[in-house]
């Protein structure tokens, strides 16, 4: 029996299990009150969905040929909520993985949604900060219950947190290749394709020769490099050499919960840094301004726990006159449904890891899948609630695991 299996055996609430060898679904549909605030949740299903990249992704922790996409809906007074766990199967990114999502939420975040009706956004997201860390398991919840509390207010989540774009920018994020000539060839598409920035993963062995290679055959083009913490401060020599290429950013070069050296090297350097990993909520925003470890912030809903904390980043940003940009962990298009509508802030003023559809997959899990227009923009949808179909029979027969938790 699976490691996740075994935590549900010891579980307080009600729950149901459904797992493709036990060939037996299990009918979540619980309809009870309807939605006026305030929101008694009848359930809250998860699901593991195996999705195939359509190529492998190789950063600087590691090459993956798939994903396995961990959703999450809220349901009550009949309708549903979609939110998507970003966390990956081993903890490289971050300490956080699929495993460790699903014990959180089984074990004390589900239950806190589950306990008495929530108010609102703000009421969920006090009940989850009184829990240490895990900060993608909560942000599933929350992208869930936002959408809910969208639907429930007819709006769309865009207009909910106040964006203002109708389309955002957006680029790409190409891995590491085994040759240059490959990653040449996926350059040429994507800038073919539009997309308005492109950023190459960096490691110590790929780094300097290949950038001079990009830029030399792309001199015109935005270009950014991201290292996932491949190096240290002893590197920064070599990591000067990077200023030849007129790069946008470097995205998170050092440790990834370091603010004190990248402040050593951001003055070492012209090329502003970009810190993704390190900035795991609005006081490590302020920290690393205030040290001066960055110029540029990567913002990502579930590295930072969710809505209310990425827009608190935002506003500090916005206040500092500091870009953002939206990052992307691969997620299926129920989680890129909510990052485009954290990008149409006003303060995403970069392009950011919101690639179409298919970039990643060969069919999402919504539809229309994302798409990219020529000018490199997404449209921001401005139906009511996610703004995309969610297609629970596609979900269905790629469903590896689905647990349902209710109210005793
Ligand atoms: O560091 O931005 C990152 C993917 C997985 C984990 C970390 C990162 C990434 C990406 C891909 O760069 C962004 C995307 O979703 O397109
Ligand atoms: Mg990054």
């Known amino acids: 029996m699976s490691i996740l299996l075994q935590h549900l055996l010891h579980h307080e ?34 699901r593991l969905v195996r999705l195939s990249l359509v190529e492998p992704f190789e950063t600087s922790f590691g090459k993956i040929d798939s994903r396995l996409i961990f959703l999450i809906c809220i349901k009550a007074g009949g309708l549903s909520g979609w939110g998507e766990v970003v966390a990956s199967e081993k903890p490289l990114y971050s300490y956080e993985t699929v495993g460790t999502a699903f014990h959180v939420i089984k074990d004390f975040l589900a239950p806190a949604v589950l306990d008495e009706p929530l108010t609102g956004p703000d009421d969920l997201a006090k009940r989850l900060s009184q829990f240490r860390g895990h900060n993608m398991a909560k942000a599933g919840l929350e992208l869930a219950f936002m959408d809910l509390f969208a639907q429930l207010n007819n709006q769309s989540l865009s207009s909910l947190i106040n964006g203002e774009r109708k389309r955002i920018a957006v680029g790409v994020s190409l891995g590491i290749q085994r040759t240059t000539a490959e990653l040449l060839k996926r350059v040429e598409r994507y800038v073919s394709l539009g997309y308005q920035r492109i950023k190459l993963k960096i490691k110590p062995g790929w780094d300097i020769d290949v950038v001079n290679e990009v830029r030399r055959a792309y001199p015109d083009i935005l270009l950014s490099v991201d290292a996932n913490s491949a190096y240290t401060l002893a590197d920064a020599d070599h990591l000067r050499q990077l200023d030849d290429f007129g790069l946008l950013m470097i995205e998170q070069p050092l440790q990834n919960d370091d603010v004190v050296d990248h402040a050593q090297l951001q003055k070492l350097l012209k090329t502003p840094l970009c810190l993704d990993e390190s900035i795991v909520n609005q006081r490590q925003a302020k920290a690393a301004l205030d040290l001066e470890s960055c110029k540029i912030i990567n913002i990502k809903i579930g590295r930072v726990g969710g809505y209310s904390e990425a827009v608190a980043i935002h506003d500090l940003c916005v206040a500092r006159s500091v870009p ?7 997620e299926s298009g129920i989680g890129r449904a909510h990052n485009i509508a954290l990008a149409s802030l006003a303060g995403f003023t970069l392009p950011g890891d919101i690639s179409a559809s298919a970039r990643y997959f060969e069919r999402d899990l919504i539809s ?13 949808p401005d139906e009511i609630g996610l703004g995309f179909k969610v297609e629970v029979p596609f979900i269905e027969s790629r469903t590896e695991t689905r647990v349902y938790f209710s109210r005793k």
């Open 368 to 380: 229309p899948e994302v798409t990219v227009a020529a000018d490199g923009t997404v449209a921001v």
């Open 324 to 330: 953002v940009w939206c990052g992307g962990m691969l």
């Open 13 to 46: 609430f009600r729950c149901a299990i459904f797992s493709r060898a036990m060939q037996q679904l299990f009918t979540s549909d619980q309809v009870n009150e309807n939605g006026a605030p305030p929101i008694r949740v009848d359930g809250v299903e998860i």
